[in-house]
């Protein structure tokens, strides 16, 4: 028995009406859920290279920050799971928690907070994705993002400014230069004073050897593609 237009189109208006019904649930369900903003707000040319991230909360509930962790970028950011028990180098300025410690804070609907970042203080952890410091021939860095984690299990990316990656490698280099500027400056004050002539002569070439090398290595690390040193000199 052939269906009527009539028994047709109210069958069509409870599909339609159970959509709706369902992309309402859903709407609500998407208005709810904690969601933060966040953008770089400074960057310090000096300073060891301290930028600020701000993050904002737009949405009318409050949004926990459990982790904040420096991770590679990616293509896609699905791969990227809750930050690792082995992640033991905090990123830090303002906070003591290592990367797989919560830091536990919360942003309250129309409020924001900042966290405060340095050259040095991802030096450690970005590291962990590419030893930096044993590089052998000319090599690309990685990008890295700053990973926003909320309790919710959403997270927020933000880039590195350009200019960060530059930064790093100044702050290994310039270990090894204030070492040997040290010495130089103090002479014999630089060792102790039961040190022989042989054993300051040893150390010596030790730290001009490790001065040579952080030398090349500063001259084979390549910032990652697409960026250059415009990108450091602009403070981008």
């Not at 919360?106 to 590291?127: I, M, N, R, W």
């Not at 590419?130 to 990008?143: C, E, L, P």
Request: hydrophobic fraction near 35%; charged fraction near 20%.
């Amino acid at each position: 028995m052939q269906a009527t237009t009539v028994e047709i189109l109210s069958m069509l208006g409870s599909w339609v009406s159970g959509i709706g019904a369902i992309s309402a649930v859903i709407y609500a369900i998407r208005v709810i859920q904690p969601k933060i903003g966040a953008r770089i707000s400074d960057v310090n040319f000096y300073n060891e290279g301290r930028f600020i991230i701000d993050v904002f909360n737009d949405k009318s509930v409050n949004s926990h920050i459990s982790y904040v962790r420096l991770v590679k970028k990616t293509k896609f950011n699905f791969s990227h799971g809750l930050p690792s028990q082995f992640s033991h180098n905090s990123i830090l300025l303002d906070y003591k928690n290592k990367q797989h410690e919560r830091v536990n804070i919360t942003v309250e609907p129309g409020g924001h907070t900042q966290f405060k970042f340095s050259a040095s203080s991802l030096l450690d952890a970005y590291c962990e994705l590419q030893d930096i410091r044993k590089v052998s021939g000319m090599t690309n860095m990685v990008k890295a993002q700053i990973a926003i984690y909320l309790t919710n299990g959403s997270v927020k990316y933000v880039e590195l400014p350009k200019s960060q990656y530059q930064k790093m490698k100044n702050v290994i280099f310039k270990a090894a230069d204030n070492r040997v500027n040290t010495a130089i400056k103090l002479g014999r004050l630089n060792y102790l004073d039961h040190y022989s002539f042989e054993d300051i002569t040893r150390m010596q070439n030790d730290m001009l050897n490790d001065y040579e090398n952080t030398y090349k290595r500063h001259l084979y690390l390549l910032p990652p593609k697409g960026i250059t040193m415009e990108d450091f000199w602009n403070n981008s």
